[in-house]
């Protein structure tokens, strides 16, 4: 009785065009893993944007980042989104409203950068620029509390060669 088999050179054939196959296909796959994060990055930017004007709103124009007017710490300014707050914009981290802290959340938590899988904020002054504060390490998000803007902090471009700071 005799087996049937693959020979050596049969194996290392079909590894090879394998490998091949890989090497052509790996790319296209990374590409739509980098349009998924940028496409993440632009939705959880414009979700901030429509909270913080909400917040804005609510608060009497004054953006989250203050309280009576005087800056707080980026952590205060956090609580401000994910917790409730008084129209003066003292906050609290709980979530159900109670006077005097009847506004919010406007947050269930910060949304994830998805290039650096950081949530937290860092201040940039506003006479700096978003491209000289960007480093893609220390904060999911860069936020100026005098005009509200909130951009992601990454570094580099996208697939259509617009800086990420820039959305």
Do not use: C
């Amino acid at each position: 009785m005799k087996t049937k088999a693959f020979s050596l050179v049969e194996i290392i054939l079909v590894v090879t065009i394998l490998g091949i196959l890989g090497a052509i296909v790996f790319p296209e796959f990374q590409d739509h893993v980098t349009k998924a994060r940028e496409t993440a990055a632009k939705d959880n930017l414009r979700a901030m944007r429509t909270q913080i004007e909400l917040y804005k709103i609510q608060h009497k124009g004054s953006s989250p980042g203050y309280v009576n007017g005087n800056p707080v710490p980026e952590g205060t300014m956090q609580i401000q989104l994910t917790g409730i707050s008084t129209e003066t914009g003292q906050a609290q981290a709980s979530t159900v409203p109670s006077d005097p802290y009847l506004n919010g959340p406007y947050v269930k938590k910060l949304p994830e950068n998805p290039f650096n899988k950081l949530s937290n904020i860092k201040y940039v002054l506003e006479a700096t620029a978003f491209s000289d504060a960007v480093d893609g390490t220390s904060s999911g998000w860069l936020y100026k509390k005098e005009t509200a803007e909130i951009r992601i902090n990454w570094t580099g471009t996208d697939s259509e060669g617009v800086n990420f700071y820039d959305y």
